[in-house]
């Protein structure tokens, strides 16, 4: 019989839990997603939860259906889907289904619907083969899920539309080869209309009479006792979600923690770290080329796909993520291992990515320095910041550079090596600089 979590955890539900609890959680919220138990939809309700949880009784709440220890392997009810074909028609996959690890879509002047948002994925990636032949192919896919889409166009496109939030800890990879072919192929984000409302509702009282106001010109209706339906309605009108990003984005712009926001309450952010911290540049190697040769449509999808690697890795490794401005991340970290722990995986998780993509590979230097910053509203600024970027600018493709100060902070630890050091003149800086490069691959 299988044990259960939540209640059976055998800690007091009023015990305030830490960082590494809440991850341990998001962690087994992971593996029950990977196992069918929970659709992405689930997954990323409850993992917003847990990473807001201030007790013990927050987590145990999202655990307590679900198995610990040794439990029985699930075997889910649902048949697989293996193809979805819309030939002068259409065909359409939502709701409660459960996709193959490799799922193949043809649309043959028809269209094809492909909703993940309450699919149960077994394992941690869906490779899907899409093939758009003078039709159109749509596939929807819940905030903060990783998404990488390749593929080519001959007299057609693909369109890539993905929230910029946070990667969720531990969710499945969905591997997009997009073929279309006088056709097109669309891969976006979507929240349940259920959350949309849910998410605006949470928000208005902090936005007080602007909310409302906001809402009211969408509407087009005067204040008055019918508010509550008013909002209802102007939320299942087309422009809903459009609504929903304004009020979010001017919430964010005004320090609020919203982040994707659901019926749970808002994604809890990494606090930016005080003191010393490490600083993290990561750059793409000849982007300005890159967009040349591939256009600007084409080098967005790119950054999509870039910025969410490096996000997932940043939430693996508990860093806290600065900005992610043009083809740069700059990223800060408490710990000066984790940062190059970081760094690393970053680079290891790209050479993947490129083995799988050869004819448009993504190749990043990265440079990490620490020491004392000026934090300013999340942003850090002074002589630290300046040198990681100076030591970034100094790194090849591929390459990651770490300054002496790191290199000594660093370089007991077991599963860290460098290579031999180098002297280098860094741009504006008056002093020879000693730098390591790290041993990755």
């Known amino acids: 019989m299988e044990e259960q979590l939540g209640t059976g955890s055998g800690l007091p539900p009023h015990l305030r839990v830490s960082d590494a609890e809440r991850d341990r959680a998001a962690a087994a919220l992971a593996k029950a997603c990977s196992e069918g138990r929970l659709t992405l939809d689930e997954f990323s309700q409850r993992v917003e939860v847990v990473l807001i949880a201030t007790t013990q009784s927050d987590i145990d709440g999202v655990l307590v259906d679900l198995p610990r ?45 492909i909703d993940f948002r309450n699919s149960v994925i077994e394992g941690p990636e869906v490779k899907i083969t899409a093939i758009s032949w003078m039709g159109g192919i749509d596939i929807i896919v819940p905030e903060g899920v990783v998404v990488h889409v390749g593929g080519f166009g001959i007299m057609g496109g693909k369109s890539v539309r993905l929230a910029d939030v946070p990667v969720l800890p531990g969710a499945p990879v969905i591997n997009v080869r997009a073929i279309a072919i006088m056709g097109g192929i669309s891969v976006r984000t979507k929240r349940s209309r259920s959350r949309l409302i849910d998410a605006v509702h949470q928000v208005l009282p902090a936005m007080g009479a602007q909310g409302t106001t906001q809402l009211e010109k969408r509407s087009g209706k005067s204040k008055g006792a019918k508010a509550d339906r008013q909002r209802n309605q102007v939320l299942s009108a087309r422009d809903g979600l459009a609504l929903a990003s304004e009020i979010l984005d001017h919430l964010a712009g005004r320090g609020y923690p919203v982040g994707t926001m659901g019926g749970s309450g808002a994604r809890r952010p990494r606090l930016a ?160 600089q000693v730098l390591y490069p790290v041993r990755w691959c």
């Open 273 to 432: 770290p005080d003191g010393t911290v490490t600083i993290l540049f990561s750059d793409i190697s000849g982007f300005t080329e890159i967009t040349e040769q591939v256009g600007d449509g084409a080098s967005q999808e790119l950054l999509t796909t870039y910025f969410q690697i490096v996000r997932a890795q940043v939430s693996t490794h508990g860093g806290y993520e600065v900005k992610c401005h043009g083809d740069e991340a700059m990223l800060a970290f408490s710990g000066a291992g984790q940062a190059v722990r970081c760094a690393i995986d970053i680079q290891r998780s790209l050479a993947t990515y490129n083995e799988e993509h050869r004819s448009a590979p993504i190749r990043v230097h990265i440079g990490l320095h620490t020491g004392e910053a000026i934090q300013d509203r999340g942003d850090f600024l002074g002589r630290t910041v300046i040198l990681a970027s100076r030591i970034t600018d100094e790194a090849e493709a591929d390459e990651i550079l770490v300054s002496s100060l790191l290199h000594e902070l660093t370089a007991a630890s077991s599963d860290l090596s460098f290579s031999s050091a180098r002297t280098v003149s860094l741009q504006g800086v008056s002093d020879p």
């Open 69 to 113: 220890g040794e439990a029985v392997a699930y075997q889910s009810p649902l048949p697989a889907t293996g193809w979805l074909v819309g030939v002068l028609s259409g065909s359409e996959r939502k709701g409660r289904w459960r996709p193959k690890a490799k799922l193949k879509a043809l649309a043959f002047m028809g269209g094809v619907t």
